[in-house]
């Protein structure tokens, strides 16, 4: 079946520095990712969507210029955590959608677990 | 607007009882799926079933069970003797054609099933 890639697992990071959090699909290709956020004992957040070759559509209250989102191709999208606060500590999980499985076929990554300290 | 309402935030049921997770939507599209997804503390999402609007049928998958009904936008999801291993975060979510084909989670149930 398809598979989403999502790398780091875990990642602690110095308040202040950037991070980037990578999500690849394995054996299809993702015109489209999703990015969401998940506080302790909250339910997911969607944060992006991002169209292969164009700007992404951030959700109203996330920063664009905060959480940088680059889906440059068909199997790759990024999102960069900018100038990382305490307050961005959060579980990060991205979607990819698999057209082999419709226009309601969802894969998701396994999550990126960032503590900023 | 979608929305999805997961009234139950925590359950806790000794394992072998039968337990079953509510899940209640709001959206404007007639053309939308429904999704169960698994969330175990490793965090990761595991698929459990997508059902479209134009299956009432109810489905059985093991000791799961789906109960899709479209009268009262619900959509819930029974597991019949329970195990320590069903001890997870359940979501329900719901994805509509109108909405850009985003998913929306409810809030999840928190299950804990003891020995």
Redo the contacts between chains.
């Keep these: 079946g398809a598979v989403v890639s999502q790398h780091p697992s875990r990642v602690i990071c110095k308040s202040g520095t950037s991070v980037k959090i990578e999500c690849r699909s394995l054996d299809f290709q993702a015109t489209t990712m999703f990015w969401y956020r998940q506080f302790p004992k909250q339910s997911l957040m969607l944060m992006a969507t991002s169209n292969e070759g164009s700007k992404a559509t951030y959700e109203q209250g996330v920063e664009k210029d905060k959480f940088l989102i680059n889906h440059a191709s068909l199997t790759l999208s990024t999102l960069t955590v900018t100038s990382a606060h305490p307050e961005d500590s959060s579980f990060y999980i991205c979607s990819a959608r698999d057209l082999g499985q419709g226009i309601y076929g969802y894969t998701f990554g396994s999550g990126t677990r960032l503590t900023v300290v | 607007a979608q929305k999805v309402t997961q009234a139950q935030t925590e359950i806790s049921v000794v394992e072998k009882e039968d337990v079953t997770l509510d899940c209640v939507y709001e959206t404007r599209d007639t053309t939308y799926?429904l999704?169960w997804?698994k969330q175990p503390p490793?965090?990761?999402?595991v698929?459990l079933i997508?059902r479209?609007s134009f299956d009432e049928q109810n489905e059985i998958s093991g000791r799961y069970s789906w109960n899709f009904q479209k009268s009262t936008s619900s959509f819930n999801f029974t597991i019949t003797a329970s195990q320590v291993v069903d001890s997870a975060v359940y979501?329900c979510a719901l994805?509509g054609?109108n909405a850009?084909?985003?998913?929306?989670?409810?809030?999840?149930t928190?299950l804990m099933v003891k020995p």
Aim: hydrophobic letters at 30%; a positive charge.
């Design positions: 799926y999704f997804y490793s965090g990761e999402l698929f997508r479209n979501f994805s054609n850009g084909n985003m998913l929306t989670f409810g809030g999840g928190r």
